[in-house]
């Protein structure tokens, strides 16, 4: 066990490899001497050969680094390398011996230089091949495993992934692999079975006393949904190597990544097509604002954000910790990024104009608001204040510094609003549509953009976080009604998109992503519960609680009147909302605003629904204000 994290010195490999070049020289010279008897052999011959092919080859080693690989890991590279510096190590030595012997066929050069390139090609390779069999055997033989694993596929990359974990000295050992082509059933890759499987024969993996599946990358997880549910049905865990970029360390050995399949895996879709020269373009050598950056969207807005080479990216948040965080995060991951950690208020008006003033801004993505449902419904004048007038003088700001894009992330909560979260979203909506349209910033050729979706998986306070706590802690998990359901898309996928938008929108319009299916809340909680290798009525149950004060069964994209519009991006459509005018609705939310300062709680929210008459309270003590009372659901 105790060379598992040993490694030969540079050194000793060049070393090692010299002397079997010397070895493999002096052979070559007694075989040619077999087929040459006519040779008249003297010792200072031998030794002059032996020489320059230990310098000739000393030096192809030296200017190709074949001593700097790990003997253990060699793979079909290192071999690759190896070969082609002896190639150009016996050209140097067949140039040196040809003139040094003077031979003037120059065939007993050929036949030397030939005869040690043999020897020498297989005893390195050979000893490389020994070294990975030896290793391999001890690791996969001799090696603490105790999570015994079949591997889904038979695709080079599973075969690559399988070759790491056998020489890897880790917890996994490789039981087979699986296969849904019936034609390599009973075939063997690396001395270990396939074993053809579909939903009818499953359970023969059980026999193998295995427990547990690895798919080699999230596409394969995402490809075979149903394989995972039928794996979970008989107690077979699966297990998924994630996307390099999603790998907490950087540079950390492949098995290492390996970790159990979460609910957010097999909720996610296949990765978004973007054009990256197109973003790339409109981000390149500008200054980028983000507020609301240490959020879940904002965070990463700025990752994204940081790929494609800003002049300056200015991270700006309230919150102090998360901020210093991602300042943490970014110095790490993206060392050749200017940035700024900025601490500050959207609602302040003198921290916004230091921030413009300064930086200059070329581009805003405005991810500031509070989200939270119920939070807001307790607090509905807070909700104007940063929903509203946060984003009221961000965007003035922008107006008044004539950027070249703002950005406004929506939610679809805005739709047909139920909650006070929804109606102040919408509210924003509107006054960047109307400023949009304002005759003087469509002559300085902004860009205002709003982008409209649903539920991101794993955000602060979104349900998937609130499952696992509770699964942790015993349970129960608590769903607020049986049928209700949401739309869900990753983090980095709607980033993407609000990105991609960005790049294509046009002024005023709102971009609507597609959000592909609902999910029931109450299947998701039951997934989770299966995928947490627990059972449903006997480990942990599910508690039925209501809905929350303006929370609704299920959630919209497009207000009932409206229509969508297609783009050049298949995902990203155009909402068709209805139109407002900019000196109309001013002094609404500026009375509201008002209202909000002051505290007027029930006047501001009926401000609220002047403005927005979809805005229907469900559930809601502000329900009692509505004028159709026919659609209000009163809060008992």
């Known amino acids: 066990m105790f060379f598992k994290n040993k490694f030969l010195s540079k050194r000793l490999i060049l070393f090692i490899d010299l002397v079997t070049v010397l070895c493999s020289s002096i052979g070559a010279y007694a075989l040619v001497l077999l087929f040459y008897t006519n040779l008249r052999v003297f010792l200072p011959e031998i030794q002059w050969c032996a020489a320059i092919s230990v310098i000739a080859s000393a030096i192809s080693f030296i200017a190709f680094k074949t001593f700097n690989g790990i003997i253990r890991y060699s793979t079909i590279y290192e071999i690759q390398k190896l070969l082609f510096s002896l190639v150009v190590s016996h050209i140097l030595i067949f140039v040196s011996i040809y003139w040094g012997l003077g031979d003037v066929s120059g065939s007993i050069t050929v036949a030397y230089c030939t005869a040690s390139f043999l020897i020498s090609s297989v005893t390195l390779v050979g000893f490389r091949f020994l070294i990975v069999f030896i290793y391999s055997h001890y690791a996969q033989e001799l090696g603490p495993r105790n999570v015994s694993i079949f591997i889904f596929g038979i695709s080079p990359e599973s075969v690559s992934l399988a070759q790491t974990i056998k020489m890897s000295n880790g917890k996994y050992r490789i039981a087979g692999f699986i296969s849904t082509n019936f034609e390599a059933n009973t075939k063997k890759v690396l001395n270990c079975p396939i074993i053809y499987i579909d939903s009818k024969n499953l359970l023969k993996l059980l026999k193998y006393k295995t427990k547990s599946v690895l798919f080699p990358n999230e596409k394969a997880l995402l490809d075979n949904k149903g394989l995972v549910d039928?794996?979970?049905?008989?107690?077979?865990?699966?297990?998924?190597?994630?996307?390099?970029?999603?790998?907490?360390?950087?540079?950390?050995?492949?098995?290492?990544?390996?970790?159990?399949?979460?609910?957010?895996?097999?909720?996610?879709?296949?990765?978004?097509?973007?054009?990256?020269?197109?973003?790339?373009?409109?981000?390149?050598?500008?200054?980028v604002l983000v507020t609301g950056a240490a959020g879940s969207i904002g965070s990463e807005i700025v990752r994204q954000v940081a790929k494609f080479d800003p002049k300056l990216v200015v991270c700006f948040d309230i919150a102090e910790t998360p901020l210093n965080d991602l300042d943490l995060e970014l110095k790490a991951r993206f060392p050749n990024l200017n940035f700024k950690a900025v601490i500050g208020d959207v609602r302040n008006s003198e921290r916004l104009d230091m921030v413009f003033t300064r930086n200059k801004p070329d581009i805003i993505y405005h991810a500031a608001a509070y989200k939270h449902v119920p939070m807001m419904e307790n607090n509905p004048c807070e909700a104007i204040m940063t929903n509203v007038y946060g984003t009221k003088l961000v965007a003035d700001f922008a107006v008044k510094n004539a950027v070249e894009m703002f950005i406004m992330i929506s939610t679809d909560k805005a739709v047909n609003p139920t909650n006070i979260m929804g109606a102040s979203k919408r509210i924003a909506e509107i006054y960047i549509q109307t400023l949009a349209a304002r005759e003087d910033v469509k002559q300085k050729n902004m860009k205002l953009v709003t982008t409209r979706f649903g539920n991101v998986l794993g955000s602060n306070g979104s349900v998937i976080p609130l499952f696992k706590r509770q699964i942790e802690s015993g349970g129960p998990l608590t769903v607020t009604d049986e049928n209700i359901t949401r739309y869900f898309m990753t983090i980095p996928e709607a980033c993407r998109l609000v990105l991609e938008a960005s790049a294509i929108g046009k002024t005023g319009h709102i971009y609507v992503f597609d959000m592909g299916e609902p999910v029931k809340i109450m299947d998701l909680a039951k997934r989770m519960i299966e995928l947490a290798g627990l059972r449903l009525g006997r480990d942990i149950d599910i508690k039925v609680t209501g809905l929350r004060p303006g929370e609704k069964l299920y959630e919209e994209l497009l207000n009932d009147s409206e229509t969508v519009i297609p783009t050049e991006h298949e995902k990203i459509?155009?909402?068709?909302?209805?139109?407002?005018?900019?000196?109309?609705?001013?002094?609404?939310?500026?009375?509201?605003?008002?209202?909000?300062?002051?505290?007027?709680?029930?006047?501001?929210?009926?401000?609220?629904?002047?403005?927005?008459?979809?805005?229907?309270?469900?559930?809601?003590?502000?329900?009692?204000?509505?004028?159709?009372?026919?659609?209000?659901?009163?809060?008992?």
Do not use: C, H, W
């Not at 996307?243 to 050995?253: L, R």
């Open 573 to 636: 459509l155009i909402a068709k909302v209805r139109e407002y005018s900019y000196d109309d609705i001013l002094p609404q939310i500026e009375k509201m605003i008002l209202l909000s300062r002051q505290v007027e709680i029930e006047e501001t929210v009926v401000e609220m629904k002047e403005l927005v008459p979809e805005f229907v309270s469900k559930n809601s003590y502000f329900a009692k204000l509505d004028k159709d009372k026919s659609k209000a659901v009163i809060l008992d």
């Open 230 to 287: 039928n794996l979970l049905a008989i107690k077979i865990k699966p297990y998924v190597v994630p996307q390099y970029e999603a790998a907490e360390s950087v540079g950390e050995p492949i098995y290492k990544q390996i970790r159990s399949v979460q609910i957010e895996d097999l909720l996610g879709r296949e990765e978004i097509d973007i054009s990256m020269d197109l973003i790339s373009s409109s981000i390149k050598g500008k200054t």
